[in-house]
Structures are given as C-alpha cells and as structure tokens.
C-alpha cells in the first residue's frame, strides 16, 4: 500500500492497512546498507494480524526526511495486483 503520508514510527499499522483494527508488530530487525551507499537501511520483520510472515517496511534515511517501503511477502501461486 503506498500510503504517501507522514507517518510516525507507532503509525506503523498504516503503512500497512487503511484499517485501523490492524494489528502490525516488530518481530525482528536489521540493520543493512543495502545500497553500498555508506548509508545504513533497517529493515523491519512486520507480523500483521498474526501472520508472522507478512513481509517487511524497510526504512531509508534521505537528508532530512526517513522513507519508508513497505514489502510484502509473496509466495509462489499468490497473484499480485495493483
């Protein structure tokens, strides 16, 4: 979901849902430079609404603002669409 909003770090379930009831938790972190740019990301394990697999918001930092992406987990025989 591309929210293209400000959102704080506790809004993290509105990355995910326009659904307030979701519930997004951290499972598990790291810290990664992903870009070999010297600039490290964090990537978010995200547990939503129980499913421990849903996927991962990966956070950026680009002078002064913090970006985030949020990815989904997709397996193979699920079909994606816009």
Known sequence: ????KDLS???????????DGVDVRVT?????DLEDDG?????LWLKVNGN????FEVLR???PT????TLPV???GQVFSH
């Open 52 to 55: 421990k697999d849903y996927g």
């Open 1 to 4: 979901m591309d929210s293209n």
């Open 28 to 32: 598990k972190f790291a810290v990664v």
């Open 9 to 19: 770090i506790t809004q993290l379930n509105q990355a995910v849902s326009e659904d």
């Open 39 to 43: 600039i490290p990301e964090l990537v």
């Open 66 to 69: 913090v970006y985030g992406y």
């Open 74 to 76: 997709f397996r193979s």
């Open 61 to 63: 930092y680009q002078q």
